[in-house]
């Protein structure tokens, strides 16, 4: 006879206390309830069930510290947090303490059966194992990542299963995802996160002084090298690097991470004496990097090595339910920062957001909003004020430029500069800068007819920063259209 399997509910809600115990009671399940935190704590130690869901918002105390009392006393005790309001803190906090698995209540018809299964699975797996008491602190932190879509629930629970350890983590996704918010999330609840999170972009620095940028170089190690300077491995001991873009890291410098990686060394350039340096690697790129290492444009060791944790960022077309919420979030980001009334999106102009591919995924959305915002002549967002499908946000053609577009054929460079300065002086939210940034760079790329290695030379760049303009700018997308 197949023993019977005992599963403990705690929420406030006892009309939800009777829908869990009609979808999940059988004659080999039992489920039994409280609605109280202490009264769910003391059912627990007298019944020892095979698996606790809780609520998280619940008194005298909350889910997650019932969560936290529960592993104290049983540290491999199986706990399913739920709520009607997980935020990403709250995901990422319940993964890092322990939880099993972290559900939405507005998907518990369609997860709550599979998720039980998995759970009373691993507990009967975990019967006869050890495991090792978690470290069970909680910070009050705000992250930057928002989404509730399955994708990005995942992406959360990610963060909190690897941030206890020190494990590399290769994060991979489009460009414009957020792979640096996840990066600096490990950090924030790992247990580095006292020290210091250091970023690294391996494709905006040209690859003579990424060398340098990574480990430092001593006095007169190469021309201009006036003074001893510290790398970023020295700068980030104890805590967190983050090498974003590093499927554009030149292939001599890949086998220098990989001996750090190793051995925790490395000398500075020009330098004899071996350093030692205790830090974490996190790691992003938007290349497929399995196919980098068949054309042996990135080493196959190091590839390995970065990658014992995978985190895959969803692109902005796969979790279109998060962008009511990415909106609403940066409505209210860019009235903070930028001292700005608090706008409203009318809901044509939020269909118009939702039906959009947005290629530049969360970045480009976040800069549309700012663009409208700056730009809106009232204080409701409607279809006409976003951007999407003409210039770049920010970079708007300023009117007085627009008003000069034939101009005559004496136009002289002293002319053209001053019709734009004059503009910037009438208008303060003209950016000319990256307006004139990004109309040379579109113009290199069509004199070219697409060959990046020549636009470069035009420009007088390095092929890593014309592809960074090209992303940041979506010409991308222009020069196809046209």
């Known amino acids: 006879m197949e023993k019977a399997q005992t599963i403990l509910v705690v929420d406030p809600e006892t009309d939800f206390l009777d829908w869990v115990q009609h979808q999940l009671g059988t004659p080999t399940t039992r489920v039994i309830t409280a609605t ?129 350890s020190d494990a590399p983590v290769m ?29 690294i972009n391996c494709a905006a620095i040209p690859e003579q002084l990424l060398e340098s940028e990574l480990f430092g170089h001593e006095k007169g190690a190469f021309t201009g090298a006036t003074g001893t300077r510290v790398g970023r491995f020295e700068q980030s001991s104890g805590g967190t690097l983050f090498l974003d873009e590093i499927g ?35 790691a992003a790129t938007n290349k497929n990097l399995e196919q980098e290492v068949a054309k042996r444009a990135f080493r196959e060791d190091l590839f390995y090595r970065l990658n014992v944790v995978r985190v895959q960022l969803p692109p902005l077309r796969q979790r279109t339910e998060d962008i009511r919420l990415l909106a609403e979030y940066f409505l209210q980001k860019v009235a903070t920062k930028k001292l700005l009334p608090r706008l409203r999106i009318s809901e044509e102009a939020m269909r118009l957001f939702e039906g959009y591919s947005w290629p530049g995924n969360v970045r480009e959305l976040e800069n549309t909003i700012q663009r409208a915002c700056v730009l809106a002549a009232s204080d409701l967002l409607t279809p006409k004020d976003i951007p999407i499908g003409n210039e770049p946000p920010g970079m708007a053609v300023p009117e007085a430029v627009a008003g000069s577009a034939a101009p005559s054929a004496a136009l002289t460079t002293e002319n053209a500069i001053e019709v734009l300065l004059k503009a910037a002086q009438a208008d303060p ?43 940041r700018f979506g010409i991308t997308r222009e020069l196809t259209i046209s």
């Open 36 to 164: 109280t935190a202490d009264d769910g704590y003391k059912i627990f130690c007298r019944e020892a069930p095979d698996l606790l869901i809780s609520e998280t918002h619940l008194s005298p105390f909350s889910g997650q510290d019932l969560l936290v009392k529960v592993k104290q006393r049983e540290p491999n005790a199986i706990v399913v947090l739920t709520s009607g309001f997980g935020t990403t803190q709250s995901v990422i906090e319940s993964m890092k303490l322990g939880a099993f698995d972290f559900i939405r209540k507005e998907t518990l018809p369609f997860n709550l059966k599979v998720v039980v299964d998995a759970a009373l699975k691993a507990q009967a797996e975990m019967k006869a194992a050890t495991t090792f008491k978690p470290q069970l602190t909680v910070e009050e932190h705000q992250d930057n990542i928002v989404g509730k879509s399955a994708a990005m629930q995942q992406v959360f629970k990610m963060v909190g299963r690897v941030a206890h």
């Open 429 to 471: 939210d003209v950016q000319l800068l990256p307006w004139l940034e990004r109309e040379f760079t579109l113009y290199a790329m069509k004199a070219t007819k697409g060959n990046q290695v020549r636009a470069a030379k035009l420009l007088g760049i390095t092929r890593a920063t014309l592809r960074k303009r090209i992303e």
């Open 171 to 199: 994060i991979t996704g489009e460009s414009g995802t957020g792979k640096e918010l996840v990066a600096r999330a490990i950090h924030h609840y790992s247990g580095r996160s006292v020290k210091s999170f250091v970023a």
């Open 248 to 282: 554009d890291m030149p292939l001599q410098l890949q086998s220098k991470i990989l001996r750090v990686l190793q051995d925790g060394e490395f000398s500075r350039v020009g330098g004899n004496e071996t350093l030692k340096t205790d830090v974490r690697i996190v």
